[in-house]
């Protein structure tokens, strides 16, 4: 498999380097910074951060309103363990000095590591080559390893390397940019830091406000030829190793980093200290081959094959980022920048549910399951959270948030994004669907389904027989708070309709009865839902044939986004938010995304007419938007389209094309380029009736492949030019829709057509 490769050292690309080569593993992210440092006029985000690991801090407001937020969760800068000063003599190893004769940092993503190599020349012309590993354990998620190799290439003679576990540190702000935090601050604050048991760095650091406590405990392997001392100053604890090195002949050090967090463990003292020391006992090599056999299973059934190198290692990326991003313990899931950067504070949204969820369901439905339980364990905080919205029934899922209660400042693309809620209950019909796992929705989905349908029937209202949902604001930031958004309005009517249906199956299995007890609910609630979900109002513009986006997007003023400069966009940084409500203008799809969603709530005419409509008006300036053009472009059937969106999506991250990859790395677009080739190319649909798949081929591609579970079956999908093949590879037979029709695949048979 191919990796990721820079080949030079630009210090204007710092801070995308330092998110690209991240290393993660779902529970905790290293930004891959400079070991040594860099000088005060290269960007860089010195950061590290365990997936909901959290403090609180004051939302300040000029007025503030009934019920908004006065505190946010924010994600925290977690103790430094990056730090390695190397010495060659006197002379400090830095990029900015003496001479780099290569550079090279590459990420496998089959064997889980990254790996920098340099061959540098000091000013006074001492070469070394230096090779620095690193590895966020996927099989011991509370392990990062940091290999520092060196050879001295020209010389023989001292070298020192002083490798720290600092605790003071500080999480990165920028007043300018709405996606990042305003001021900078510093959460952790350190309560024991000293050298136990046999030279580990152990360090105690809580959090301000939501105390919570990191225990973080570093220990290192080191060649034969070391001497060393251990030197604490302040919050700084350093280990210093010095040798006589002997020219071209390697001296490394080995710095295994444990980090174990109050939110998760009872005793993170002991747990942090048992596993450092277990860990130790291995070499690197032992947990990079663990590293690769799970990377094996992974990539099995997990890899897209799509065409051109390019895209292929765009893909491959992004899968393995997904995987490196995901929170697998039910009270994480995954934040809008993984865990590479801080943009968006560590939070989770909608990205999760409707963008990343769909490539777990499909390859990995244990994972799925964890991402729904994070949403069925704040069901409460979402209770609490309608009520503060004045909701007395049912459940709110608050816009953006780690715990669970509203941490969004600005409630007009906000806490007003309601469909949120709707989105989480769509990935939990989409699992049903795909699992068939009567058990779990029994225990946790019905739950959830009825919760959500509560909060639609009491935000909605009926009128002349139909069902409308005023002030709320759709996945499109540049329109806010309309009356009957036709997303919100679809995820709504799916909702309640799943909500009846749900207790229709579990009744026939008689499972029903707790729950019903449990909720009180009643047969009329029921058909309640049934009829406001059959009679939920969606919009259809007569004159223009196409789907309104709201009530009123299409009565207001136009304007032609090419007359714009290119250095306005993305708009928001740039217009005032109310100069882009009043216009037809979109930051991201959201009819378009409502189309490929619900393809049944309206006819294909209606699709094309809306697609190319909203194409015109839509600025991309979200990334989570090109995809969703490129499935539903795919739908319509124009595949030009659809390859050319997808191409967009492709190389966000990768070329840094939203120039704000050194925020972090965009994790719904990742999900979202799956979705292009998986939803897009092969039309793959989850639906109450079956597994649809309608694949297509975009212009001058030979083919693509992938491999999907459902319903406890592996079935691989492969399209040529000349065919489409399924063969199912483990699993009972299985009726699916292939270009609407119904086809049996049996017994490890393949189907081509
Ligand atoms: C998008 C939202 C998204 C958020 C986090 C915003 O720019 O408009 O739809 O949820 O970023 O990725």
Known sequence: MRSILVKEYLPSKNGWEESIFHTANGYLGIRSCSEEGVGDDVFSVLGGYINGFYDIKDISYGEKLYGFPETAQTTVNITDVQGVKLFIGDEEYSLSSGKILKYEHELFMDRGYQEKRILWRSPSGKEVYICVCRMASLVQKHLFILNYKVVPVNFSGKVTIKSSVVGDVENFASADDPRLAGEAQSYLVVDEADFVDDGISLMLSS???????????????????????????????????????????????????????????????????????????????????????????????????????????????????????????????????????????????????????????????????????????????????????????????????????????????????????????????????????????????????????????????????????????????????????????????????????????????????????????????????????????????????????????????????????????????????????????????DVVLAHSMFEDYTDKKTMEKSFLYYEKITTHDSSLSSCAHSVLASKIGDMKKALSYMESSALIDLEDTHNNTRDGIHTANMGGFYNCIVQGFAGLRIKEEGLYLNPQLPPKWDGYSFSLYFQERLVSVKMTKKHVTLRLLDGEPINLFLFGDKIKLKDKERISL
Request: net charge neutral.
């Open 207 to 589: 959090t301000k406000r939501s105390k919570l406590q990191l225990y973080c405990a570093v220990k290192h392997r080191y060649s034969k030829a070391f001497d060393v001392e251990y030197k604490k100053e302040g919050n700084v604890l350093t280990t210093v190793f010095t040798a006589s090195a002997k020219q071209d002949k390697a001296v490394f050090i080995c710095k295994y980093c444990v980090f174990v967090d109050s939110r998760r463990n009872d005793n993170p003292k002991e747990k942090s200290l048992e596993i450092v020391k277990e860990a130790f006992l291995h070499p690197i090599e032992c947990f990079m081959n663990k590293q690769q056999k799970y990377l094996e299973k992974f990539w099995d059934t997990s890899r897209v094959i799509v065409e051109g190198k390019k895209l292929q290692r765009s893909m491959d990326y992004g899968l393995y980022s997904l995987l490196c991003s995901v929170g697998r313990d039910g009270i994480s899931s995954v934040c809008a920048k993984g865990l590479s950067g801080e943009g968006y504070e560590g939070h989770y949204f909608w990205d999760t549910e409707i963008y990343i969820f769909p490539f777990f369901l499909l390859t990995n439905p244990e994972i799925a399951k964890e991402l729904l339980m994070y949403r069925y364990n704040i069901l409460p905080k979402a209770r609490e959270h309608a009520r503060i919205m004045g909701h007395d029934s049912g459940a709110l899922y608050a816009w953006r948030s780690i715990t669970g209660s509203e941490c969004s400042a600005y409630y007009p693309s906000g806490s007003a994004q309601y469909h949120l809620t709707g989105d989480v209950s769509h990935a939990f019909v989409q699992y049903y669907l795909a699992t068939g796992n009567i058990e779990f929705m029994q225990k946790y989905g019905a739950e959830v389904l009825i919760e959500t349908a509560r909060l639609w029937m009491d935000v909605s209202h009926e009128k002349d027989g139909n069902f409308y949902i005023d002030s709320v604001t759709g996945p499109d930031e540049y329109t806010c708070i309309v009356d009957n958004n036709y997303y919100t309005n679809c995820v709504a009517k799916e909702n309640l309709y799943w909500a009846y249906k749900i207790m229709e199956i579990l009744s026939e299995k008689d499972l029903d009865k707790d729950i019903i007890k449990m909720l009180k609910i009643s047969d009329k609630e029921l058909k309640s839902f049934k009829k406001a979900s059959d009679k939920m109002y969606l919009g259809y513009d007569e004159k223009l044939g196409i789907t309104p986006q709201d009530d009123s997007f299409l009565s207001k003023a136009k304007i032609d986004l090419s007359s714009i400069p290119e250095d306005k966009f993305p708009l928001l940084l740039n217009y005032h938010p109310l100069w882009l409500y009043r216009h037809q203008v979109c930051k991201q799809a």
